[in-house]
């Protein structure tokens, strides 16, 4: 765990999202040495709370179940939702109908400030030769990216009428370590999502906010200047697994879309849809 776990900055009541996830079981006791109180939700069973948590179990498509959870909230770190490629109902449930029940429950609740899970796959089309920056244009690989764009255009809908903060972390790939060739790029590590998520909550003027969500990477796609005022510091790299990774996958078909475009295998996955 960081140094940033003993930061003196405090909150009252954080609600995590997806706290039964992959990230979220990694981010609950980080968050958890930053509040007094801990609210974790998800759709999934979690582990049960201990002292200065709150565990409930919640459908993000469910409005009623979502309002109830926002309540006596300071602010949230929205992970929870789909998380890869799936049928378009699914993800329209959790990212599309969930988003629109959270933020608009975190309206009534006067909530100040939503971390926001969104995703590299908003741009997932670009090619790995491009450098871009949260300003260009986005250009969604599937149905999963696409509710992402939505995710982030809600929030900057809610800042633009109702004045309610939000940072959109466009994660990249947020493991114990890089898994393949293109994560060499788009890798976050666990400290790394920590300094970023406590950047994004402690930063004094955010309004809505949009950046990458990476390590200090030698070889990155992602220009992150524009939002160099949440003072985000990555500390780690993954240039020490590199040797390990380019051996396991020394050959690259530079014919494949998934090797050509920053997205990777999301750009060749899907559409799904449930069956009739
Ligand atoms: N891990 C990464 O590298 C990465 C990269 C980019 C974006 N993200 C985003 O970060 C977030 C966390 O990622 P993760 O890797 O932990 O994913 P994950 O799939 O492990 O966790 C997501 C959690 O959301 C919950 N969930 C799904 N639908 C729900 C619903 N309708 N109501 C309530 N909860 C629901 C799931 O049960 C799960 O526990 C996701 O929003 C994901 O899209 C992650
Ligand atoms: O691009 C990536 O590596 C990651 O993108 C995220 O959005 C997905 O949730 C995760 O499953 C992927 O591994």
Same mark, same amino acid.
């Given at each position: 765990m960081s140094d940033l776990t003993v930061s003196p900055i405090r909150f009252g009541r954080i609600l995590l999202t997806g706290a039964a996830g992959h990230l979220g079981r990694e981010m609950r006791p980080r968050l958890k040495a930053c509040c007094d109180r801990l609210r974790l939700s998800d759709l999934e069973p979690m582990a049960p709370a201990t002292d200065g948590e709150e565990v409930i179990v919640a459908d993000l498509a469910d409005r009623a179940a979502v309002l109830a959870l926002l309540?006596?909230?300071?602010?949230v770190v929205h992970l929870g939702g789909?998380?890869?490629?799936?049928s378009w109902e699914r993800i329209a449930a959790a990212n599309i109908h969930g988003a629109v029940n959270l933020y608009e429950a975190a309206r009534r609740h006067g909530v100040r400030r939503i971390v926001f899970a969104s995703s590299n796959h908003v741009t997932g089309?670009? !090619?790995? *030769?491009q450098v871009i920056s949260p300003r260009d244009p986005v250009r969604p690989d599937g149905f999963y990216g696409l509710s992402k764009a939505f995710g982030e255009d809600l929030a900057q809908l809610y800042w633009d009428r109702?004045?309610?903060?939000t940072v959109s972390v466009r994660i990249g790939s947020a493991f114990a370590?890089?898994?393949?060739r293109r994560m060499l790029a788009t890798w976050m590590s666990f400290d790394d999502t920590e300094r970023l998520f406590m950047a994004a909550l402690t930063?004094?003027?955010?309004?809505h906010s949009i950046v990458y969500g990476l390590s200090?990477?030698?070889?990155?796609?992602?220009?992150?200047t524009p939002a160099r005022h949440l003072g985000y510091r990555p500390q780690d790299s993954s240039e020490v697994f590199r040797a390990e990774v380019e051996a396991r996958q020394?050959?690259?078909? !530079?014919? *494949?879309p998934a090797v050509i475009h920053q997205g990777g295998a999301f750009v060749r996955t899907g559409p799904f849809f449930e069956e009739a």
């Open positions: 309540e006596g909230v300071d602010a789909v998380s890869t490629e799936q089309f670009y !090619r790995q *030769d109702f004045g309610l903060e370590a890089p898994k393949d930063a004094p003027v955010v309004g200090d990477n030698a070889t990155a796609w992602w220009d992150n020394p050959v690259l078909d !530079r014919e *494949d």
